[in-house]
Every structure is written in C-alpha cells, then in structure tokens.
C-alpha cells in the first residue's frame, strides 16, 4: 500500500513539474520585421551580428530561431502584430502611437524603446513649389503611410501652423502611400503626379543630389527640436509570456545601439553591405556624424506628438507621461 502511495505522489509531482515547464516555456521562434532606411540601423545590425541569438543563449534559452522581414509601412506593421504573426515590430512613431491608443485597455502594446532620433525632409522636384501653400490640387506628396507615419502627421502640424489648426487635412488628399524606394523613384523620374516626397534618411540626401530637388521643411522644423524617428514595440502578452526573450531583444538592441555609436565607419558599411544601394559607405558615414542624427534608446518629443493628435481629434487617450507608453526598461532614461 505504501508503494502504491509513494508510486502515486512521484507520479503527481512529474505531472506537476512537467506543467511547470510547459508553463515556463519560451517562444522557440521569434519574429521581428523592419522597414526601408537608415533608421532601421540597429535591426540591420541585430540581423547581421546574431545578436538576439547570442543574448537569448546567454539567459538559457538555447538555440533561438529569429526570422527576419522587410515590411512597407506601420499600418503592415500593426497588422502583423495584432494578427500575431509578428512579435517585435519597429517602424515610426506614428504607427505605433496610434497602436498603443487602440490597445491600452487590451493587448497593451508599447514600446521597446527608440532606435534614433534623426530629421526627416519633405522634398519637391517642382520648381513652383517654394513652401507647403504652393501646392495645388494637382501636385501629390509620396509618404510613407497616409494619415498614420510621422511624416504624414507632421505635414498635418505644418498645415495646422500655416492655415490654423481647423485646417490641419488641408494637404491630405494630396498625399500617396509609397514606400521610400519607390516614392523617390517616382520622384525623381517626372514622369508621374508625385511630385514631393516627404521621406526619410538616405532617401533625402539622395535625392538632393539630384538638380532641381530642394527642402520645403523638416520634421525637426515642426516639432521644435529633435524627435524620436524610429521605435520598436510589442504586446505586454508577449513581454510577461516570454521574459527572457524579451531581455534578450532588449540587450541586442542596446548592444547594436552601443556599436553604431562606436564605430561609424563599420556601421556604414555594415549598412551598404545590406542595402546593395547607390549610396557609398563615405555617403552613409556622412549622416552618421551628422549631430542631427542620433541613435539611442532615449524617447524624444513623443508626448508634444501626441498632444497634437489629441487637439486635432485623431487620438483620444492622453498618457500622463511617455513612460505610459514604453515598458520600464527605459523609464531611467530623459524620455519626453
């Protein structure tokens, strides 16, 4: 009888400690995706070097598969997420703020923290155009997200500071969703109704190289300063279901960040490596020195580009503070 019992109580605690382990277990596969440019730098990096590889095996989880994709634009991105299909998203901080007011109350989407802080460039080839009140109903501007990418919003803030804020859509049915290639192709070539594009590094200084282009504003001239432009994000699900995983995201992040900082040089090389574009290393070296441009992890004006979108009605949910919107891995960093 007494084996009886003691065979049974082994067998409970196998079961238990069993259930323990499915319980505990991690994603085996992880699934992070990235658009076009040079503010995606740090997940070029993260890619190339296996990092999340490398940090997920040193916090015990083995051999980690991490699968990589190249989306268009944020809207591509939320869908990924909120379908499940997609664990780290990184991508503007129009996306993904639109995101965390729609999931507050359920999935709690937040952000990771910044990649960088860089100015993004509304450019025309039309020579009529000297400023934003120049455009007329026959010009169309190339974005990267209509009504939802930071370029898109801040064109809004521009409309709003030049007609009055009642004004602030005056220019959005003259905008087009075009990835940044294919909005400087478009541009450039002439042979089509695009005639602006308000895009992003490389894609600007690029352009400027072609005759006739020029700057009508950047992203840094409406927001009054420096902005986050690139951030990464997840669900509070994901975060609590897999600690380590996360960790291990958040630690090659740093560390990509780290080595960027550290050695220029590689880092634009690293880039045309992966890009295969027209742009040299010298060309991509040039914008990582800019003092313009900058890669941290601190969030910057993310809370003024909020205010905005509340004054305007497209966003109802107000965070007391940006710590609302990022996971506590950066709350000891100067966030705004």
């Avoid at 940044?180 to 590094?201: D, K, V």
């Avoid at 200084?205 to 504003?217: A, F, I, N, Q, S």
């Avoid at 951030?231 to 080595?259: G, H, M, Q, R």
Wanted: charged share 20%.
């Amino acid at each position: 009888m007494r084996y009886r019992e003691w065979t049974a109580t082994i067998c409970v605690l196998m079961l238990a400690l069993a259930t323990s382990r499915i319980a505990c277990a991690e994603v085996g596969e992880v699934h992070v995706a990235k658009q076009y440019g040079i503010g995606y730098l740090p997940i070029m990096v993260m890619q190339d070097k296996q990092l999340i590889e490398k940090h997920a095996k040193a916090l015990g989880l083995g051999d980690i598969k991490v699968t990589w994709n190249t989306l268009t634009d944020g809207t591509a991105m939320n869908d990924a997420i909120l379908s499940g299909n997609l664990d780290f998203a990184s991508g503007g901080i129009g996306a993904f703020v639109v995101l965390w007011g729609r999931t507050v109350d359920t999935m709690k989407v937040k952000s990771v923290g910044a990649l960088d802080s860089m100015p993004a460039y509304l450019n025309t080839i039309n020579p009529d155009i000297k400023s934003i009140k120049d455009f007329k109903a026959t010009d169309r501007i190339a974005v990267p997200g209509v009504k939802v990418s930071p370029q898109a919003i801040t064109l809004q803030r521009a409309a709003a500071q030049a007609w009055g804020k009642e004004n602030y859509g005056k220019l959005d049915p003259l905008t087009v969703n075009m990835s940044h290639p294919m909005g400087m192709q478009a541009m450039l070539s002439g042979a089509g109704e695009i005639t602006s594009q308000f895009t992003s590094p490389p894609f600007q200084y690029e352009e400027l190289k072609h005759p006739g282009v020029r700057t009508l504003l950047s992203t840094y001239d409406v927001w009054g300063g420096p902005q986050t432009f690139i951030c990464a994000w997840t669900t509070t699900k994901f975060k609590e279901a897999n600690p380590k995983t996360y960790s291990a995201f958040v630690a090659a992040l740093k560390e990509a960040i780290d080595w960027i900082n550290h050695d220029k040089p590689a880092a634009a090389e690293l880039y045309v490596r992966l890009t295969r574009g027209k742009d040299t290393a010298a060309d991509i070296q040039k914008i990582l020195d800019d003092p313009l441009v900058e890669y941290t992890l601190t969030p910057k004006n993310i809370v003024k580009f909020i205010e905005f979108k509340n004054e305007i009605g497209t966003m109802k949910v107000k965070p007391a503070s940006w710590k609302d919107l990022f996971f506590d891995n950066v709350h000891d960093l100067a966030g705004s």
